[in-house]
């Protein structure tokens, strides 16, 4: 069985950083492109970023380029999310995906990310 | 704001036929497949259709998809409670190059 499994969110101050975490299991984690994708409160899905099987390639929404960092250890069947300069509309809740840019196949429950001092 | 457009909102009574629309250009749907997430307040977001109309393994048949040109669809039939849920579409924008959502669909079941 396929699972993502994320966690790291929490109260984060207007400018501060944060890093979040997904564990995979069930597939090849390896073998996949994964992305994050948000949901900020009451609002629609938004794709975040995503990464190549290596690592070697990473995408992001104009929204958050050089502010997040997408990456991954794939000895640790682990996708990671840290981000910096964190603003009021970069609240929500943020989904692990399995997928790159076709389709997003598998999905985490998420892990809640609040901006607020 | 996304640029894919679907309405707000479409609710039907048990076993009728629902359809969610989902606009776009030449630069999104237009030149790339089109998948169809469902988003339930308890669980985690569910594909339901990929590549346009293909259904992953496990998905009612219930559920179906087509595209024309910059548009797509999806049909629920046999309406259920537990289809009661926000639906996105989404794709690859070429022009953005960025995997870019719908504005979401709600769904009720009357």
């Known amino acids: 069985e396929v699972q993502l499994v994320e966690s790291g969110g929490g109260l984060v101050q207007p400018g501060g950083s944060v890093r979040i975490s997904c564990v995979a299991s069930?597939?090849?984690?390896?073998?996949?492109?994964m992305s994050w994708v948000r949901q900020a409160p009451g609002k629609g899905l938004e794709w975040v970023a995503n990464?190549?099987?290596?690592?070697?390639?990473?995408y992001y929404v104009d929204s958050v380029k050089g502010r997040f960092t997408i990456s991954r250890d794939n000895a640790k069947n682990s996708l990671y999310l840290q981000m910096s300069s964190l603003r009021a509309e970069d609240a929500g809740v943020y989904y692990c995906?399995?997928?790159?840019?076709?389709?997003?196949?598998?999905w985490g429950q998420g892990t809640l990310v609040t901006v607020s001092s | 704001q996304s640029v894919l457009t679907q309405p707000p909102s479409v609710s039907a009574a048990p076993g009728q036929k629902v359809t969610i629309s989902c606009s776009g250009s030449s630069s999104n749907i237009g030149n790339n497949y089109v998948s169809w997430y469902q988003l339930l307040p308890t669980t985690a977001p569910k594909l339901l259709i990929y590549e346009n109309k293909e259904r992953p393994s496990g998905i009612t048949d219930r559920f179906s998809g087509s595209k024309s040109g910059t548009s797509a669809t999806l049909d629920i039939t046999g309406l259920q409670t537990g289809d009661e849920a926000d639906y996105f579409c989404g794709t690859w924008d070429s022009t953005l190059s960025a995997y870019v959502f719908g504005t979401g669909t709600k769904v009720t079941v009357l």
């Open positions: 995906v399995r997928g790159g840019s076709r389709t997003f196949d598998y």
């Open positions: 069930g597939f090849i984690f390896s073998g996949s492109w």
């Open positions: 990464t190549n099987q290596a690592g070697s390639d990473k």
